[in-house]
């Protein structure tokens, strides 16, 4: 089966137009009726209903469809691989807040530790970190909030403590303008409330830290931020820091099935062990 010709169906089915198929994908009509016919001879079933100013598909042609995208993609992903087999390559996938609060910072330096490997990086949502880690489509999940599984290791790469802030331009009552309601999981939320009723009539919620620090940048408001990027913020002269709220804080956690017989992610959860080390080490207090 040549994958031109389910990308050819497709493109008649989404356009459900001969002619303007044809122009998507730089070919002549009668090409493109040419592919049509011989996946129809192919399937023994017409595909399409030709009427004079319409196009519709058949009842086969449209159980074909779902099968004809993920075949496609799956020819596509096979052709891909074989054009890298002389690169490998490891795929992370992270929330936006472990992304911003750990690997942003920390993946070239990690990469470093390897030769010939090819990093490929996501942002998804925890529910989709879950499933892609089970289902082999990643390699290492970065997250705020470990998933609970008998079948993952989990590494706690990152640790800091949340703090009270403010932007610079709002006078010292500043927790009267905690209008930027941040989630830092249940029990930090629950902790934060309970010091900070005020929070719960936040304008803005969210779970995402990049859209509190947009909203933050036109909207000046107090807010609960992790002192590692809160600290970011007051050197650049756009917050100050009020509290810290030890012992609550925020972590960054690297998640990975148990059983891997990769030698290359093997080294790369390696360099993330070491990391976390020598982080340790270099916060320790001397003797």
């Known amino acids: 089966m040549d994958i031109r010709f389910l990308v050819t169906f497709m493109e008649v089915a989404k ?4 002619g303007k198929a044809a122009e998507n994908l730089y070919l002549t009509q009668s090409a493109v ?3 049509i016919k011989q996946l129809e001879e192919y399937f023994n079933s017409a595909l399409f209903v030709r009427n004079r100013n ?12 779902p099968f004809a995208a993920s075949l496609a993609e799956t020819l596509e992903q096979a052709r891909t691989a074989m054009n890298e087999e002389s690169v490998q390559y490891l795929s992370i996938a992270s929330t936006p ?23 490929r990086a996501e942002i998804c949502s925890n529910e989709q970190l879950s ?15 470990p998933f609970k599984s008998d079948d993952v290791q ?10 009270l802030c403010r932007s610079v331009e709002l006078s010292e009552q500043a927790v009267n303008q905690l209008n930027i309601w941040l989630d830092w999981g249940q029990k930090n939320n629950e902790a934060i409330e309970k010091t900070y009723p005020e929070i719960k009539q936040a304008g803005i919620r969210t779970g995402s830290l990049q859209v509190a620090l947009n909203y933050l940048a036109t909207n000046k408001s107090a807010i609960v931020l992790p002192e590692q990027i809160a600290t970011a913020l007051v050197n ?6 009020l509290e810290s709220l030890a012992p609550l804080s925020a972590k960054c956690y690297l998640i990975y099935l148990k059983q891997t017989k990769n030698a290359k992610l093997s080294q790369f959860i390696d360099a993330f062990t070491l990391q976390v080390a020598t982080k340790k080490g270099a ?5």
């Open 15 to 18: 356009t459900r137009h001969f």
């Open 33 to 35: 009726s040419a592919r």
């Open 54 to 65: 319409s196009l519709q598909l058949t009842a086969a042609g449209e159980k074909l469809l």
């Open 97 to 119: 807040n472990a992304w911003d609060m750990y690997l942003q910072q920390s993946l070239d330096e990690i990469n470093g530790h390897l030769d010939d490997v090819s990093i």
């Open 131 to 145: 499933r892609m880690v089970h289902e082999h489509s990643i390699d290492l999940a970065l997250t705020t909030v």
């Open 154 to 163: 989990i590494l706690e790469l990152s640790e800091s403590v949340l703090c």
């Open 236 to 241: 650049k002269g756009e917050l100050v820091i």
């Open 283 to 287: 916060n320790a207090p001397f003797s």
